[in-house]
T-cell receptor, first 113, second 114 residues
Framework: EAQVTQNPRYLITVTGKKLTVTCSQN?????MSWYRQDPGLGLRQIYY???????DKGDVPEGYKVSRKEKRNFPLILESPSPNQTSLYFC????????????FGPGTRLTVT | AQTVTQSQPEMSVQEAETVTLSCTYD???????LFWYKQPPSRQMILVIR??????QNATENRFSVNFQKAAKSFSLKISDSQLGDAAMYFC???????????FGTGTSLTVIP
């Protein structure tokens, strides 16, 4: 089954404790991206990747890092989480940047206390 | 950065009736793509419909259609014969044809009344 998986689905952590949210797709997609969803703000793009070893900043990259060492994986790293990073996070992928974003992960609910 | 505006935080519609969700966007580009996404309570994001800016014809997908007014930078979604399963948050989204970023609106919460 074609899908994008994210782990963990829920995470409660404390300020400053490094964490990684994993994202993996099984469709050989080139384009992958991360979003955060906040009430009243919709979804905002954090980072995106056109292909392996090619990443770029989205609209709200501050406080986040990503890497794309393999085509299927695109982890989101918060090296020193802060309470303002409490949010719902989505990973999404498409075959290429020219294709619409059709595949989203199930979301990761992150709470930073 | 491009902006996408959804001015209706909440909408409601009677089952079997038609509802239109509004979206406007701001861009100086001529090449871009527009989308509507549905997010039901499960939080899963579902692509509903897409529109290429270079196409004059409005996109249609079954009961969903758009009214794309390029000069007015307006992209509304019409849902015909509304069903209970249409109840969800709907997001309008923009993607540049030259850059690789997506911009989403703030969403419209649609309630379907039986």
């Amino acid at each position: 089954e074609a899908q994008v998986t994210q782990n963990p689905r829920y995470l409660i952590t404390v300020t400053g404790k490094k964490l990684t949210v994993t994202c993996s797709q099984n469709m050989n997609h080139e384009y992958m991206s991360w979003y955060r969803q906040d009430p009243g703000l919709g979804l905002r793009q954090i980072y995106y990747s056109m292909n392996v070893e090619v990443t770029d900043k989205g609209d709200v990259p501050e406080g986040y890092k990503v890497s794309r060492k393999e085509k299927r994986n695109f982890p989101l790293i918060l090296e020193s989480p802060s309470p303002n990073q409490t949010s719902l996070y989505f990973c999404a992928s498409s075959f290429s940047v020219g294709e619409p974003l059709r595949y989203f992960g199930p979301g990761t609910r992150l709470t930073v206390t | 950065a491009q902006t996408v505006t959804q001015s209706q935080p909440e909408m409601s519609v009677q089952e079997a009736e038609t509802v239109t969700l509004s979206c406007t966007y701001d861009t100086s580009e001529s090449d871009y793509y527009l989308f509507w996404y549905k997010q039901p309570p499960s939080r899963q994001m579902i692509l509903v419909i897409r529109q290429e800016a270079y196409k004059q014809q409005n996109a249609t997908e079954n009961r969903f259609s758009v009214n794309f007014q390029k000069a007015a930078k307006s992209f509304s979604l019409k849902i015909s014969d509304s069903q209970l399963g249409d109840a969800a948050m709907y997001f309008c989204a923009y993607r540049s044809g030259t850059l690789n970023q997506f911009y989403f609106g703030t969403g419209t919460s649609l309630t379907v009344i039986p």
